[in-house]
């Protein structure tokens, strides 16, 4: 997937990651009490998502039911990288620094990445 998504279709695809395939109506209904959003809004969104290849569709009877054609483990990782790249050039140290500088590390998180990196040594 090339095209980078936007908040709203995010949240769309949250939807569909979470349980698929599904409806328009069902997305709507999922999302749009959080959001307000209406039918031919969740609509609008998937036809997008649709031009940039991240769900993909097929008919049942009168209807498409949608479901995620990129998985989430991937698009997480693409706009990690892209977020690493673009603010912190391409290195995670600066990233944990940045962090940890403005007291945003609990210490659960330091005890999670040491753990993570206990387990990367080995």
Same mark, same amino acid.
């Given at each position: 997937?090339?095209?980078?998504?936007?908040?709203?279709?995010?949240?769309?695809?949250?939807?569909?990651?979470?349980?698929?395939?599904?409806?328009?109506?069902?997305?709507?209904?999922?999302? %749009?009490?959080? &959001?307000?959003?209406?039918?031919?809004?969740?609509?609008?969104? @998937?036809?997008? !998502?649709? +031009?940039?290849? $991240?769900?993909?569709?097929?008919?049942?009877?009168?209807?498409?039911?949608?479901?995620?054609?990129?998985?989430?483990?991937?698009?997480?990782? %693409?706009?990690? &990288?892209?977020?690493?790249?673009?603010?912190?050039?391409?290195? @995670?140290?600066? !990233?944990? +620094?940045?962090? $940890?500088?403005?007291?945003?590390?609990?210490?659960?998180?330091?005890?999670?990445?040491?753990?993570?990196?206990?387990?990367?040594?080995?």
């Amino acid at each position: 997937m090339a095209e980078r998504i936007s908040d709203a279709e995010h949240a769309v695809m949250e939807v569909l990651w979470d349980e698929s395939p599904l409806t328009a109506q069902e997305v709507a209904e999922r999302v %749009g009490p959080d &959001r307000g959003w209406s039918v031919n809004t969740v609509k609008t969104l @998937l036809g997008r !998502l649709l +031009a940039k290849s $991240a769900v993909a569709h097929e008919e049942d009877g009168r209807r498409y039911l949608y479901r995620p054609a990129v998985q989430r483990g991937d698009y997480v990782s %693409g706009e990690s &990288r892209r977020l690493i790249d673009r603010l912190f050039g391409g290195k @995670l140290t600066p !990233l944990v +620094a940045h962090l $940890a500088e403005r007291d945003q590390l609990s210490a659960q998180d330091i005890a999670e990445i040491e753990a993570l990196l206990k387990a990367l040594k080995q």
